[in-house]
């Protein structure tokens, strides 16, 4: 059998598919940078322009297997189709099941697998869901409805597993800026509550904290660097720094590590930053 060890899951977005006018020198540092963290489950927003060359040479050189690369449902023009992209890798986990969900609802994707690790065996007691997602970048209300989609797994729920992980891309800030004028107003409204007479409030966080409120868990706010951000590095006229990739967890144990991964080339890659969760998916579950 299999010997038994945590789980990593990651969770990236890879700025416009890692493709540079025609270069795709950027997706080689990226592939090479996640090659080195060896994820179990892999998660990967803005696939823009992906074919299924691009896909398969991924794959392969992580040693993983597709699960899913779902189309986003809104397109912006004259930008290539987008992807959302769950891959697995099939020495450590396997595949029991997996669907594309919230069609018609995600401006992105949503999608769900059900996984049983190999050092489980035939056991379904081990088996766990994971969502991997990119959520609106519209505004706060879209984001919100998108998220309720999840929220009743954020306990037990008839039929699936007690288990779960919930990863991508959620656009949701977990603060407020030191200062709203470090933003071009042209893209407050995205991060911002739009109050009834159209004017902008507080920062909008309420597609988290439904999630939260649901009884999801957010595995940064006990880590060893809950203020990191996953933003904030790239445009040098939005210097905020935020966190609005995650990984939640359902069910499961306390985690073993949690941790957004930085560093300077890192930063050259995207604008967004891959966050890393190692946990025990075998270990007793958390009513």
């Not at 270069?23 to 892999?42: I, K, T």
């Amino acid at each position: 059998m299999t010997p038994h060890r945590p789980l990593r899951a990651i969770t990236y977005n890879l700025l416009l598919g890692g493709l540079d006018a025609g270069s795709d020198d950027r997706l080689r540092a990226q592939v090479e940078m996640l090659a080195a963290l060896a994820p179990d489950v892999l998660c990967l927003q803005e696939c823009t322009g992906w074919t299924n060359r691009h896909l398969s040479r991924v794959a392969d050189e992580l040693g993983m297997m597709l699960v899913g690369m779902v189309p986003s449902r809104v397109r912006r023009i004259p930008s290539p189709p987008n992807f959302t992209v769950l891959l697995i890798r099939p020495s450590t986990v396997r595949l029991m099941d997996w669907w594309s969900v919230g069609e018609g609802v995600f401006h992105h994707a949503l999608i769900m697998a059900r996984l049983r690790p190999v050092a489980a065996g035939a056991n379904p007691d081990d088996d766990f869901l994971v969502f991997g997602t990119h959520l609106s970048w519209v505004d706060g209300s879209v984001r919100l409805g998108e998220t309720r989609m999840v929220t009743d797994y954020g306990g037990a729920f008839p039929g699936v597993p007690l288990k779960k992980v919930f990863m991508g891309d959620l656009n949701t800030p977990d603060r407020e800026p030191g200062s709203w004028s470090l933003i071009p107003q042209f893209l407050q409204s995205r991060y911002r509550l739009v109050l009834p007479d159209g004017s902008f409030g507080d920062v909008d966080q309420r597609a988290v904290q439904v999630l939260l409120g649901s009884g999801w868990r957010d595995p940064q706010v006990s880590s060893a660097t809950p203020e990191a951000a996953s933003v904030g590095y790239y445009y040098p006229n939005e210097p905020v720094l935020w966190r609005i990739d995650y990984i939640l967890v359902s069910g499961l144990p306390d985690v073993i590590s949690y941790a957004i991964h930085d560093t300077p080339d890192l930063r050259k890659y995207s604008d967004h930053l891959p966050v890393i969760l190692d946990v025990d998916v075998m270990a007793g579950a958390q009513a």
